[in-house]
Nanobody
Framework: QVQLVESGGGLVQAGGSLRLSCAASGRTFSTYTMGWFRQAPGKEREFVAGITRSGRNTYYSSSVKGRFTISRDNAKNTVSLQMNSLKPEDTAVYYC???????????????????WGQGTQVTVSS
C-alpha cells in the first residue's frame, strides 16, 4: 500500500514557476513508477509527465515538454514536478500517481496506476 500526498500548488501569473512535490509512504518507493496527471474543469484527466523507478528516464506530454521537469528522490520518497513558463491553460488540479513495476517503465495511461494522491490546485492567471 502506498499513500501519496501532493503539495506546492497555488496561484501564479503567466510566465511564472511552481514546484509540486509528492510525498510517498512506504519503504519500497524505488520500485514504483511515478506519474503526474492533471485535470482541468470540464476536461478529462490527462498525462503530464512520468519517470522510471530509478529516475534515469522521463517522458512528457507534448504540451509541457521543455517547460516542466519531473524528478524523484528515492532516499526521501518524493517525486517533484518543476513547472516553468506557466500558461493559463496549465490551470488544473495536479495529481501524482504510482504503480509497482518490475523494470524501467513509464506509464502514460491513468488506468494503469494503482495509487493516487488527493491532488493540488494550480491556477495560472493571465
Amino acid at each position: 500500500q502506498v499513500q501519496l500526498v501532493e503539495s506546492g500548488g497555488g496561484l501564479v501569473q503567466a510566465g511564472g514557476s511552481l514546484r509540486l512535490s509528492c510525498a510517498a509512504s512506504g519503504r519500497t518507493f524505488s520500485t514504483y513508477t511515478m506519474g503526474w496527471f492533471r485535470q482541468a474543469p470540464g476536461k478529462e484527466r490527462e498525462f503530464v509527465a512520468g519517470i522510471t523507478r530509478s529516475g534515469r528516464n522521463t517522458y512528457y506530454s507534448s504540451s509541457v515538454k521543455g517547460r516542466f521537469t519531473i524528478s524523484r528522490d528515492n532516499a526521501k520518497n518524493t517525486v517533484s514536478l518543476q513547472m516553468n513558463s506557466l500558461k493559463p491553460e496549465d490551470t488544473a488540479v495536479y495529481y501524482c500517481a504510482a504503480k509497482w513495476v518490475a523494470g524501467p517503465t513509464i506509464l502514460i495511461n491513468q488506468y494503469e496506476y494503482d495509487y493516487w494522491g488527493q491532488g493540488t490546485q494550480v491556477t495560472v492567471s493571465s
